[in-house]
């Protein structure tokens, strides 16, 4: 399973949702950015590598349902609701997403 994490710059939620999940529970996980200033702006491979897509907030779903409809029409795009208002690696940020992924943790 790939695991796909995207906020809006790639630079706090996202990036920390890669690394906890990919140390701490050796998922195969990658992040991206809707933004185009994100440090990995979300790209047509990243939704095909992809098995799970896992996005911060309603307006990342919709950013990206609306630039790649065909390859997210047979992927699930699920919404975790995680404001922008932590740094990487915030210990409130990681509790947080580590409550929001448990129903998707195989």
Known sequence: MNYLFI???NQWRSPTAERIFAVGYGLSTRSAGTSRHAKHTISQKDIAWADRIFVMEHKHKQNIKEKFP???HHKKVIVLDIADDYQYMDEALIQI???SM???LD
């Open 7 to 9: 906020c809006s710059r």
């Open 102 to 104: 448990q129903p998707y």
């Open 70 to 72: 065909q390859l997210l």
């Open 97 to 99: 997403l580590k409550d």
